[in-house]
């Protein structure tokens, strides 16, 4: 039987056991998939124990990813450049090899929602973790990016750490420049809070498109409320990448790649 897990801390509100499930389906692979409530001082400990008791591949969550990604012996381009791991697998000689599909995931719903142009200006709100994952993806993708961060620091350390695969820059929240993005993303942690990101609502208001990369059943996250709100049309949260980011790691274990569009019908 393949073995395979995700590992949070919580992680109860996991969807990715359905998630996975529903794609070994599509390909008649019978699949172990748990969910594992990752220890906060054993993290480690735990998972080596997973791979040695059989298990072939996993996904982390928070607050893990740093971690997971440390302990790996080899790791994707893209995983580097994310300093975060989502995705482990155990290779043939034993060893982990780290993957961040993340970004993957986000230019695969960027696409399929046809909001995916060559040389789109697209503009990331928050410069943590989340948007770490889904840079060098983006512009490998020919979006040009402007991450917009409360701490200027943060977002300048990224742009110039990322310079070399496109076009990107950083400026202050409050120094946004006045123009008309394709896509606005937010990827800030503030709607966990049910808050939403302080911008000048004309960027909202002359966008192509607002993107939130969290997710919520039933109703708008605050971020799209408020995008809604501004006039922004074209709209959608972030279930889009989750179901990508998991495709993508799905493709990574198993070698196919399963059809994202049909478990967004019918709903996770
Ligand atoms: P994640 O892994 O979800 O990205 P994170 O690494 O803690 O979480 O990053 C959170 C992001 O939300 C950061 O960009 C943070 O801005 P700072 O770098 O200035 O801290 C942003 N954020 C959190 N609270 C915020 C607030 N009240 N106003 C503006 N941005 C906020």
Redesign the pocket.
Known sequence: MNKYAVWGNPIEQSKSPQIQQHFAAQHNIALQYERILGDEVRFEQQLQDFFAAGGQGCNITAPFKERAFRLADQHSERCLSAEACNTLKKMPDGRLYADNTDGAGLVSDLQRLDWLKPNNTILIL??????KGVLMPLLQAQQKIIVA???LN?AQQLAEKLQSYGTIQAVA?DQIPDQRFDVVIN????GLQGKV??IQTDILQKCGAAYDMQYSKGEDTPFLALAKKCGTTRTTDGIGMLIGQAAHAFELWFGVMPDSQRLLQQGV
């Open positions: 928050g410069a943590g973790g989340a948007t961060n409360r701490t943060k929240l990827a800030t942690s503030l990101v302080e």
